[in-house]
């Protein structure tokens, strides 16, 4: 299977501000210009950079992924070669840039981004787009996309292009390893075109469902699952992912909740609110209906000693790096996650719970001296009758890899009796695995047909007595 660890999302990229020198003024900036006199100009790679655009990489990423190809290229004299390592290369974990400009340009004269690429093998780029600007990524957008050892063209249509009247975002992509093993990819004629075929949008929010979701007063809650769908004159259909600010958000009842351009909801009373959006004009399809029951008891505040703790999560003591709190485990897992915080206290809810993971493996956690873990969950409305929890805990080995072999696993189980409606309740156990100094992963999850759907976490921690 592919490594997306870095991908996660949902995992938010870290952002590294290193300047890579000659990757600009190779062209000269069109004539033209637009709204407040920022160019016009489309182009982004035309045997070389636009005047004023730098490359700047992903913090982690392998810095010397990209570089400018004279020897194999789709047309002209030159194209953007990217090299992807390998799993475990100490240079970098994957290949991630955005190419930006210190002035912005006007593209609402454009509708997509388009470009020619081949990789040496048919790898799956995780993302790519434009929009990123190390700055707000106000109108981020980006897909995943398929290679081929061939040259073809990519289009990646722009939501609403009125909006892009200064970008500095021009070109973005991230991508990791194909089953462990790094590859090469070319891109060549990038740039913003108007191609006069896309049609049909069809705008969504909550991955175009209509779901419900409990909220609580001072909740802050983001919409997600937000796309753009176009079809192309080939008659295939693109979707993209969309920035909230390409959208227009509406509160049914703004007494209860009001969301902001950003697209995210604060609750600020009792009742029900339903958040719909358009993009374009045109109506989104899906909508996210949040009952608020008023005021949300916060998890008791850790007081032990932080020399004796190492902490997964929680406000109290400084998090060691996490790479999620939500890897999905394709296709099986149906897990959905928000992060919110209420008074500067941070905790995680899942819904449409079946199993979820947590994983620190950049480093793994030893836990040698640590005897204990604790967990603080939390059950809205009604404990399911049938529930039963298990929580595994997942030593990588020496190899420090999920799935190397030399994995080691301890599982806990725990039974309804234990928890009580709408309270916080403390889940503490031993560590009782004789090789627990590379602990990578935490598994929570339902078994025997336990039915429990949402809750919410915090303060998870390993602690010495």
């Keep these: 299977m592919k490594n ?11 952002f590294g501000l290193l300047f890579i020198a000659n990757t600009s003024c190779e062209r000269e900036l069109s004539p033209q210009s637009g709204l407040a006199g920022n160019s016009t100009s489309g182009d982004v790679f035309i045997d070389g950079f636009t005047g004023g655009l730098d490359y700047f990489p992903f913090g982690g990423s392998y810095l010397d992924a990209f570089s400018v190809d004279t020897d194999n290229k789709y047309s002209g004299s030159s194209s953007m070669r990217f090299d992807v390592p390998n799993v475990g290369d100490p240079a970098g974990a994957y290949a991630g840039a955005i190419f930006r400009l210190e002035s912005g340009r006007d593209l609402t004269g454009y509708d997509a981004l388009t470009f020619w690429a ?9 993302e790519i787009g434009f929009g990123t600007d190390f700055g707000e990524n106000k109108y981020q957008v ?3 996309l398929q290679l081929t050892t061939n040259w073809r063209k990519y289009v990646i249509p722009i939501p609403d292009a009125t909006k892009l009247i200064q970008e500095r975002g021009l070109f973005w992509y991230a991508e990791g390893p194909e089953n462990g093993i790094g590859y090469s990819f070319w891109i060549d004629e990038l740039k913003f075109e108007k191609l006069g075929t896309i049609a049909q949008p069809q705008p969504a929010i909550s991955d175009g469902a209509d779901k419900s979701e409990t909220a609580f007063t001072g909740v802050d809650i983001a919409i997600t699952g937000l796309t753009q769908t176009f079809n192309l004159e080939s008659g295939e259909n693109v979707t993209v992912n969309a920035a909230p600010s390409y959208f227009n958000f509406k509160s049914s009842n ?23 959006a358009s993009l374009g004009g045109v109506l989104a399809k899906g909508s996210l209906e949040l009952s608020s029951r008023g005021g949300f008891d916060l998890a008791p505040i850790p007081t032990r000693d932080p020399s004796k703790v190492i902490s997964i999560y929680s406000d109290t003591y400084t998090n060691v790096p996490v790479d999620f ?18 008074g500067g206290n941070n905790m995680i809810n899942y819904t449409n719970f079946n199993f979820v993971g947590n994983q620190f493996a950049n480093p793994t956690v030893d836990a040698t001296q640590k005897s204990n873990v604790h967990v603080n969950m939390y059950i809205p409305n009604s404990v399911p009758a049938n529930m039963d929890f298990l929580i595994t805990l997942v030593d990588f080995g020496p190899d420090q890899a999920d799935g ?11 039974d309804k009796s234990l928890w009580v409606p709408d309270t916080w309740i403390t889940l503490e156990f031993p560590v009782t695995m004789d090789n627990k100094n590379n602990i990578g992963l935490i598994i929570y999850e339902n078994i025997n047909f336990s039915s429990l759907s949402n809750w919410y976490l915090d303060n998870v921690y390993f602690y010495e007595d």
Excluded: C, H
């Design 4 to 14: 997306r660890k870095l991908i996660y999302s949902k995992i938010t990229l870290l």
């Design 118 to 126: 081949k990789g040496t093998k048919a790898g799956l780029i995780n």
């Design 142 to 144: 980006s897909m995943s």
């Design 254 to 276: 703004e007494e209860v909740g009001f969301i902001n351009e950003s697209g995210v909801v604060t609750i600020i009373g009792e009742g029900t609110t339903t958040i719909t």
């Design 325 to 342: 709190f939500n890897g999905f485990w394709e296709p099986f897992q149906t897990t959905q996650s928000s992060e919110f915080a209420i």
């Design 404 to 414: 190397g072999g030399d994995d080691t696993r301890q599982q806990v189980f725990f």
